[in-house]
């Protein structure tokens, strides 16, 4: 009696739905007890995640009440804004978590998106798994589905994965990188020796979509996702090569692939024309993005994050084998080795698991002939190669041998690819090690389920080595209970946002970006003077602004006029209203007194409208007149300080000659001094708008000089500096402005 193809459909249905319910209860189990929380918490440890709750607010913010892209915003380091096309924006998570946010709210839409990511990333392991299985045949067909659940389960639980739900939703939100590579593998059939007889135009299109799909969460995905195409093309072509050759057969090559109407070079490049064409497509769809960001990247080379960067949040060679220091038995235990890792727990918690890895060294050694082995054997070892970084790293330093540090291959793309210095935390490199793994663990757990039952150890292990596995695999990576952070926004926020005017807010301390002020945006919708972005803003206000440098560097900077005089002004351009201290950003220490000291500099007498056990508020005092004063542009240098003080590097590359900006100039004329020295005896011509207006020689020690600048229109006047030697770099202490009738900061 045969099954009607019916019931066929929903047995397999109902198993595919109590696979995505396992995967649910797994996820309650692992992150407990984040499902408690869903309204007024997300997990995590208050910081970046703090970030991407804010971009599914901006998001919506930008899409439904401002009509623009989201891609720029100009609610942080106004008036001037931000570029988002290097923030992890999370385009995809914004759009599908929409309507939960507009009806049920953001901490649930958030949430929403933990409790996706962990079960569908699940079941892209499970299916990636399954279809590994059926090509792969192992032994009998016993509990083929268990293995792939297993081998889902080592991909979504990894510590890898739990890890990064700290906060980095971009990185969490790893649901499409194993569909794209499934549909790849079934368009490409790399472990089949001769090709298939048409590729099915249904599945090129939908490897691009997931292509798409994956890079709207994270381009760290995309960068992944292109280079295990890589190693699908090397492999296949490594496969169909020999055919060729025709080497095991006398009948020429041209008749063996006639009737499946390929010549025989089709057996090397149509995989490749494939390859071009999911390329195209994805580059036709997210051209919108691409064009400018390719067009960003090569302006700002700030972007790049450094080859430094990279060397610090590369994987440790020992944290694969580390367990996790999440684990409520050995965590602490384990953290205390971790401690000496170069980067935070987040990145380099990359536990590979005890057991995982038994069961893919078991398979690799049991079934070493099998391809499929072969090939996610490479797959697994390349991206644990890569995670390594640049040098070799052991208990957090970097290998030497002699005085030379051990190069790895990932320096070898760093100096070649273009790009890939946009790229930061190398070891993410590891979502790739756990997908591989998982399909060698599923492939290792159907082998150990179809042995032969010929003793009553055989038959155990045949019977129960599998929910056995996932018992052991779950035990070892569990991080119970999940730190939870609380949404809690001062009442101040929620009053603040009742009044309708348009005006900026500072909140400080502000020496170092924090995401705090992005989780009270949310509240009360006000433009935020500085923030927390995925990458660094070098023409904010508060690098290159009086008050706002002071505020910023808790100390002096090279522009000198006085601050109290000038403050008044700068608020006004800035339409900053209200200047906030967060006493639970600061504890009492140097960085509080530092942060009160350069507040009263710039506010005296000015007392605080609002006080409470957190918070205190002064509201910018009124312009009473219109104050002259300068700003910084391109080409300096972060403040560096010496035995005689602060000093900025001013940088004189014909390319982005060093400005400074005059504001407010009113037709008075002013005298410009500058106190600079440099290594060689050079000299520094000074133009204003386009037209020199004073030079004078710098040497190896400072000196000050006085230029007259003349009456200047316009509110905002471009100074620009150049020196004989376009590569030189000029060393200035101080900057003064002062009225020919002697009023301002120098005598």
Known sequence: ????????????????????????????????????????GIPGDGFDGWQNYWNLWWSKEAALVLGQSPYFTDYLYPPAGTNLLFHTLNIFNFGWTLPLQLNIGLAVAYNSIVFFSFVFAGYGGYLLSLHTLSQWRPPGPKGLRPAAFGGGLVFTMSPFHLAHLLGHMQVFSMVWPPFYVLWLLRT?????????????PRDVALTTLFLVLATLVDWYHTLYLLIFTGLVLLWLWGRRLPALRNKNTKEPAQNQTKDLGYAPSALLFHPLWIVLLIGFGFALVLSPLLIPMIQEANVRPDLETGLAQ??????????????????????????????????????????????????????I????????????????????????????HL????????????????LLLYKTIPFIGLTRSLSRYDLMVMLGLGVLVALALAHLSNRPAKSRFALFVSRFSTPLAILLICVEFLPAPYPVSKIEVPQLYFDLATQTEDYVIAELPMNWDRPTPLLHQTVHHKRLLTAYTSRDHPLDLARRTPVFQQWRY???????????????TIFADYNLRYIVLDYWQMPPGPERNGTEQWVA????GVAPVYADDRLKVYQAPPKTGCQPYLTLGTGWSEPQKNEAGPFRVLSTRPESPPQLFLHHPQQQTFILAITAAAPITQKLILFVEAEPAGQFTVTQTYSTWAVDLPPLAGDVV?????????????????????????????Q
Do not use: C
């Not at 208990?395 to 990932?410: A, R």
């Open 365 to 392: 050694i049991r079934r070493w002939v099998s391809h499929i082995v072969k090939f996610w054997l490479l797959v697994s070892a390349t991206f644990f190669i890569l995670a390594l970084g640049p040098y070799l």
């Open 188 to 200: 490409l059939k790399p472990w089949a020796a001769s090709p298939p007889p048409r590729y099915a």
């Open 718 to 746: 471009a100074l620009t500096f150049k020196a004989d030697d376009p590569g030189s770099q000029i060393a200035v202490s101080r900057i003064g402005l002062q009225t020919k009738e002697g009023q301002g900061d120098w």
């Open 1 to 40: 009696m045969t099954k009607s193809p019916i019931t066929s459909k929903l047995k397999s249905s109902t198993s595919h739905l109590l696979v995505l319910a396992a995967y649910f209860l797994l996820t309650v189990l692992m992150t407990w007890p984040t499902v408690l929380h869903l309204t007024d």
């Open 601 to 604: 500099v710039a506010l005296p």
């Open 554 to 568: 808790l100390g002096p900077d090279i522009i000198t006029q006085p601050l109290e005089v000038i403050a008044p």
């Open 310 to 363: 990279n060397i610090t949040l590369s994987a440790d060679l020992l944290a694969f084998v580390l367990p996790s220091e999440m684990h409520p038995l050995w965590g602490r235990w384990a953290a205390g080795i971790a401690h000496n890792f170069s980067s935070t727990t987040s990145e380099r918690l990359i536990f590979a698991g005890f057991v995982p890895l038994a069961l893919g060294l078991f398979i």
């Open 395 to 410: 208990m957090g330093k970097v290998v030497s041998v002699g005085h030379w540090p051990l190069p790895m291959p990932y």
